[in-house]
T-cell receptor, first 112, second 116 residues
Framework: NAGVTQTPKFRILKIGQSMTLQCTQD?????MYWYRQDPGMGLKLIYYSVGAGITDKGEVPNGYNVSRSTTEDFPLRLELAAPSQTSVYFCASSRGLRAEAFFGQGTRLTVV | AQTVTQSQPEMSVQEAETVTLSCTYDTSESDYYLFWYKQPPSRQMILVIR??????QNATENRFSVNFQKAAKSFSLKISDSQLGDAAMYFCAYRSDTGTASKLTFGTGTRLQVTL
């Protein structure tokens, strides 16, 4: 069972560069989420989606964009990377409001 | 907005002993869900246990159990017969039962060390 798959696992970006963090799930979950985890902190919600074509902002959306063209995929786009975006990024999905969230293994991003 | 507080940044327990990790939360809602997630060095977030607020009975999952005190807004995790593999960061999380897409709100985590 693949579950939630994130790529890449590690990435170093230069300030001002752009990149897309990929996330795909094979559980046919409608709900998908992007979180970031800063050192010594819990996870904070960046964006979420309740289904294909529907996305909404979480707590810390500035500097990021998302799209949800299919149920399986939920990519996160960084347009102009800044050092403040150095973090570990987690994608998650869940079957519904009351269901547990399944997490990917995370992407460690460093902006230098 | 809901908040989740974990007041113990680090805890240590000897192998085979019992340890309790604390979590408190603030909410005005009556229906919600509470979770404990484990994050080992691999970074993977693993669900340990969940509790529905409408259930009075405390959830248990093998060596893991919770003490859910709804009035006190407290949700502690007890790990019995601790094993070396239990060493990890543990996050308490809250999830609303209302809204179009309820998000998980996490605490800042407790790092658990397990010693021989």
């Amino acid at each position: 069972n693949a579950g939630v798959t994130q790529t890449p696992k590690f990435r170093i970006l230069k300030i001002g560069q752009s990149m897309t963090l990929q996330c795909t799930q094979d559980m046919n979950h409608n709900y998908m989420y992007w979180y970031r985890q800063d050192p010594g902190m819990g996870l904070k919600l960046i964006y979420y989606s309740v289904g294909a074509g529907i996305t909404d902002k979480g707590e810390v959306p500035n500097g990021y964009n998302v799209s949800r063209s299919t149920t399986e995929d939920f990519p996160l786009r960084l347009e102009l990377a800044a050092p403040s975006q150095t973090s570990v990024y987690f994608c998650a999905s869940s079957r519904g409001l009351r269901a547990e969230a399944f997490f990917g293994q995370g992407t460690r991003l460093t902006v230098v | 907005a809901q908040t989740v507080t974990q007041s113990q940044p680090e805890m240590s327990v000897q192998e085979a002993e019992t340890v309790t990790l604390s979590c408190t939360y603030d909410t005005s809602e009556s229906d919600y869900y509470l979770f404990w997630y484990k994050q080992p060095p691999s970074r993977q977030m693993i669900l340990v246990i969940r509790q529905e607020a409408y259930k009075q009975q405390n959830a248990t999952e093998n060596r893991f159990s919770v003490n859910f005190q709804k009035a006190a807004k407290s949700f502690s995790l007890k790990i019995s017969d601790s094993q070396l593999g239990d060493a990890a960061m543990y996050f308490c999380a809250y999830r609303s039962d209302t809204g179009t897409a309820s998000k998980l709100t996490f605490g800042t985590g407790t790092r658990l060390q397990v010693t021989l």
